[in-house]
C-alpha cells in the first residue's frame, strides 16, 4: 500500500504535473461473456511516453500498475484496479493536486466515480446510467469505442 510520507515532495509535484499534461483519467466498459453483468466496468488512469524509465519512476513510487508496450516504442503506464485507484491513485492526487481546470476537473469525476463503484453501483443498471453522465463530462467527451445506447441495450 501507498504511504504519501515516503514520497518526496519533489516526486510528487513532478508526477502531478506530468500526468497533467500526459496523463488520462478514464472509465471504460467492456464486453464479457464470463462475467454476470455484460460489461466489465472500469477505472483508468493511464500515461503514454516513450521514456520507459519515466513510467517505471510511476509504477515504483505509486506502488501499483503495469507497463506496457503500446505501439512501436511508445510505452503506457496504466492502473486499472478500483482498490489500487481507491488506496494509491487517489490519495497521491489529492494529495499533490493539478493546476489546470481541466485536469482537476476530470479527476473530480473521476474520483466520484470510484465512490459509486465501491458502493456497487456499477452492477445494477441506474449506477451504470449515473456513470455514464458523469463520463460524458469527462476528457471533453473523448471518443468512445462504445456508444451509450450500445451499453444501455445489454441491460434492456
Known amino acids: 500500500m501507498l504511504n504519501l ?3 518526496p515532495d519533489s516526486i510528487g509535484y513532478y508526477f502531478a504535473g506530468f500526468v497533467d499534461g500526459e496523463g488520462s483519467f478514464h472509465l471504460t466498459f467492456r464486453r464479457r461473456k464470463d462475467y454476470s453483468q455484460p460489461w466489465k466496468v472500469s477505472l483508468c488512469l493511464n500515461v503514454s511516453q516513450k521514456d520507459k524509465v519515466i513510467l517505471t519512476l510511476f509504477k515504483r513510487h505509486l506502488k501499483c500498475g503495469t507497463i506496457r508496450s503500446k505501439s512501436g516504442d511508445v510505452w503506457m503506464y496504466e492502473v486499472n484496479n478500483l482498490t489500487a485507484i ?3 491513485v ?3 492526487f489529492n494529495r499533490y493536486g493539478f493546476l489546470s481546470a481541466k485536469k482537476k476537473r476530470d479527476f473530480a469525476i473521476f474520483t466520484k466515480m470510484a ?3 465501491l458502493e456497487g453501483k456499477h452492477l445494477q ?3 451504470i446510467i449515473k456513470l455514464l453522465d458523469l463520463r ?3 476528457n471533453d467527451g473523448g471518443k468512445r469505442k462504445y456508444s451509450e445506447s450500445e451499453i444501455l441495450l445489454e441491460f434492456e
Open 5 to 7: 510520507n515516503e514520497v
Open 86 to 88: 481507491c488506496e494509491n
Open 90 to 92: 487517489i490519495p497521491f
Open 115 to 117: 465512490e459509486l463503484m
Open 125 to 127: 443498471k441506474a449506477g
Open 136 to 138: 460524458r463530462d469527462m
